[in-house]
């Protein structure tokens, strides 16, 4: 049984910083899979904000750089995403993803953290 579970959301003045986590369990392997966060404002496509490589490399969305940044724990089979500086545009459901593409083919989702930035 695989699982991603998002926590850490919550609300948020402008200009104020939350961390996200996500814990991984069953056969999923943060460092063994690309993880990412994605998020999901009512009414619009889904997002990618940040990913993390196997080999540790990283992507953020436009929107998010010199603002977010996305790690992993391989001990505690965590990542996170540390957001600074956050806008009322930031608000949002936030999803962790866990893809794999060898051995085999596999992507999971998480069941989502509310984050919302307002005075």
């Known amino acids: 049984q695989v699982q991603l579970v998002e926590s850490g959301g919550g609300l948020v003045q402008p200009g104020g910083s939350l961390r996200l986590s996500c814990a991984a369990s069953?056969?999923?392997?943060?460092?063994?899979?690309?993880m990412g966060w994605y998020r999901q404002a009512p009414g619009e496509q889904r997002e990618l904000v940040a990913n993390i490589t196997r080999g540790g490399s990283t992507n953020y969305a436009d929107s998010v750089k010199g603002r977010f940044t996305i790690s992993r724990d391989n001990a505690k089979n965590t990542v996170y995403l540390a957001m600074n500086s956050l806008k009322p545009e930031d608000t949002a459901v936030y999803y962790c993803?866990?893809?794999?593409?060898?051995?085999?083919?596999?992507?999971?989702w998480g069941q989502g953290t509310q984050v919302t930035v307002s005075p």
């Open positions: 069953g056969n999923i392997f943060v460092s063994r899979y690309t």
């Open positions: 993803n866990a893809a794999i593409t060898r051995p085999r083919v596999g992507v999971y």
